[in-house]
């Protein structure tokens, strides 16, 4: 991402195409942004993504059906299932693409019922309109 807003700073002529003029300290900054993007992206699953249990004690059988329909309607469509659960992905380009392409929601078996797992915000929305649903139809 960082080399394409670079990329395009230098062909509007926002900036030089000189590595000295684009960073402050040239050369000598890249190793400091790949540290930092090292850093980002050893913290960023432990902070992005989380794991949400949905309590029902139904069999996957039971709620399949509204499990996938209420997906739909949230725009995540089934990627492929188990008899412990399934995989979504977000349907279209652009919700691809706002997510970064990390837009899997994986939901399976536990011992308390089911377990969802994804990015933090979509698992948050998700398991507690799943849940509220799966609660109304006891």
């Known amino acids: 991402m960082c080399t394409v807003i670079v990329s395009a700073l230098v062909l509007i002529g926002a900036v030089e195409g000189d590595i000295n ?3 402050e300290e040239g050369y000598t900054s890249l190793g400091k942004i790949a540290i930092f993007f090292a850093m980002v ?3 960023y699953p432990k902070v ?4 949400r249990c949905i309590s029902t004690n ?3 059988a039971e709620i399949r059906n509204d499990v996938i329909e209420f997906m739909k309607e949230r725009r ?3 990627e492929s299932e188990s008899n ?7 349907r279209g380009f652009a919700g691809k693409l706002s997510k970064m392409y990390e837009d899997r929601i994986t939901l399976t078996r536990s011992a308390e019922g089911y377990q969802l797992e994804g990015l933090r915000k979509d698992v948050m ?6 849940e509220h649903r799966l609660d109304s139809q006891e």
């Open 21 to 23: 003029s684009i960073f």
């Open 76 to 78: 995540w469509d089934l």
């Open 41 to 43: 992206a050893a913290v």
């Open 125 to 130: 929305r998700l398991a507690t309109g799943l």
């Open 58 to 60: 139904k069999e996957w």
């Open 84 to 90: 412990e659960g399934a995989t979504f992905r977000i």
């Open 48 to 51: 992005g993504f989380i794991k």
